[in-house]
């Protein structure tokens, strides 16, 4: 009965969280310096546009893949990216950080396109080395009187809302639809991911 509770909600759940995150992604303007802690890291994610593409193509892919990787594909993506941001936080040099937060986009983006569907080992560590360049971006422009506890925080459970409401969609897209709309929803992230890179190169 939970399983069939939560295969019921999830759509519906899903499209309450997306339609809450696009009001808060943009007004998500923060200014490094302003008064930080846990909100201040809520919101970090909803900055960008490039963070919001990755993290919700993440969730659509997990959702297309099925299973156990519904929820592995997730989790890994926010625990390397835990990983990521002490990372940021502790200043460690990792190189091309920005031009893998672009690749994210454009290889999940692909992913969902395609359906792609590989070994569940393969699939978490595809997420869990991109998820490294945008936990680094996080904890790298956390604002200097921030507290790290608490902005980590804030950012983790952004994010983690973030991927629910891309699985809720692909589900509600599944059922209200059908599957190859999921593929088309990875292509408009492809196309968000090519006007990010375009953007950047542009010095927008």
């Known amino acids: 009965m939970f399983a ?22 943009a007004q998500a303007h923060i200014i490094a310096g302003e008064t930080a802690g846990f909100w201040h890291g809520f919101q970090h994610p909803l900055g960008g546009l490039d963070h919001i593409l990755a993290m919700l ?3 659509l892919w997990a959702a297309q893949i099925g299973g156990i990787a519904l929820w592995a594909v997730p989790l890994t993506f926010v625990s ?12 460690v040099p990792i190189p091309f ?13 692909g992913l969902v396109l395609f359906a ?21 971006a996080h ?6 009187n921030a507290e790290a506890v608490s902005y980590a925080a804030g950012f983790v459970l952004s994010t983690a809302l973030l991927h629910l409401a891309g699985i809720g969609v692909a589900v509600a897209i599944k059922k209200l639809l059908k599957d190859r709309m999921v593929r088309v929803a990875g292509g408009g992230i492809i196309l968000g991911g090519v006007y990010v890179l375009v953007t ?3 010095g927008g």
């Open 139 to 144: 904890g790298a422009e956390m604002p200097e």
């Open 4 to 25: 069939k509770f939560t295969s019921r909600s999830i759509p519906f759940i899903g499209a309450f969280l997306f339609a809450v995150m696009l009001p808060l992604a």
């Open 80 to 91: 390397v990216m835990i990983l990521g941001g002490v990372l940021g936080i502790a200043s």
């Open 97 to 109: 950080v920005e031009q893998g937060i672009v690749a994210s986009d454009l290889i999940l983006g």
């Open 116 to 136: 792609a569907r590989f070994p569940l080992g393969l699939s978490v560590a595809i997420v869990g080395l991109l998820g490294i360049f945008h936990g680094y």
């Open 57 to 59: 193509a993440v969730g």
């Open 200 to 202: 950047s190169l542009a």
